[in-house]
């Protein structure tokens, strides 16, 4: 019976900390989208692979190239006729393709001609080197160039998820603290109270079967719901920063 009914309070506790992490995850996306950080970061990768010493004059070349009309097709204005929503992602046959005709002329005869018509003595230095790799086989030489801009990118992925570690750990500080997200207080109430813990296994366990988790975690409030202690009471409320600091610990 013991071991039974800390199961089923492991299980709830399991649950409750699966919606506010869901509840996290929806919020830092929601944030992401706001401020374009996919865009901004994929837009500063560019940059920085067009000119690593100049970052200024690499959102210059990074303006110019998205110009070209293979880009400039995947930028949108949003709302319509309001400012331009750049794009989150570039696949790389296009992007080497658009650098290849940096001016946009569509008049390029040859790889070389196009790799000197780049205004980025790094971007010409490392295309140039791949281009001798491939021993001028055209295709490969593409390949090798595609992987080279993929290789970036992840390197941009890896800045980008850094910035939302971040915020993921400043979004569920402040909503384990804005709830009063008490872990021991929850485990205690579990324990004595068959009925919420009850209700609280059953909501897992319907979630598991249906798929619904995501579903349950759009509502926080659904804790509330099966009487799962969470929030402030006006005299529990911390009053100075070591007891915040130690409800933020529990």
């Not at 500063?44 to 070349?61: K, V, Y």
């Not at 992840?154 to 400043?170: D, I, K, P």
Request: glycine share 6%; hydrophobic share 45%.
């Amino acid at each position: 019976m013991f071991s039974f009914v800390a199961l089923e309070v492991a299980l709830g506790l399991v649950f409750v900390y699966l919606i506010l992490s869901l509840a996290c995850s929806a919020l830092n996306e929601t944030i992401s989208s706001i401020f374009s950080w996919r865009a901004k970061f994929l837009r500063s990768g560019i940059a920085n692979l067009l000119d690593p010493e100049n970052h200024a004059n690499g959102l210059s070349l990074v303006g110019q190239l998205y110009r070209h009309p293979l880009v400039n097709g995947m930028i949108r204005p949003f709302p319509p006729g309001g400012r331009e929503r750049y794009p989150s992602y570039i696949p790389s046959r296009t992007f080497i393709t658009a650098v290849l005709d940096f001016d946009a002329s569509g008049a390029v005869e040859s790889v070389e001609q196009g790799i000197g018509k780049i205004p980025s003595e790094q971007a010409r230095t490392s295309l140039t080197t791949l281009l001798a790799n491939a021993q001028g086989d055209v295709e490969r030489f593409r390949r090798n160039a595609e992987e080279w801009f993929d290789d970036a990118m992840e390197r941009v992925s890896g800045w980008y998820r850094r910035r939302l570690q971040l915020l993921t750990w400043a979004l569920a500080a402040t909503l384990v603290l804005s709830l009063n997200v008490d872990t021991i207080r929850i485990a205690q109430h579990l324990w004595t109270d068959s009925t919420v813990r009850a209700a609280v296994v059953a909501r897992a366990e319907q979630a598991a079967e249906t798929g619904g988790v995501d579903e349950v975690a759009q509502r926080v409030d659904a804790l509330d719901e099966i009487a799962v202690p969470i929030g402030w009471g006006s005299e529990e409320r911390p009053t100075g920063a070591r007891d915040w600091l130690l409800t933020a610990l529990a």
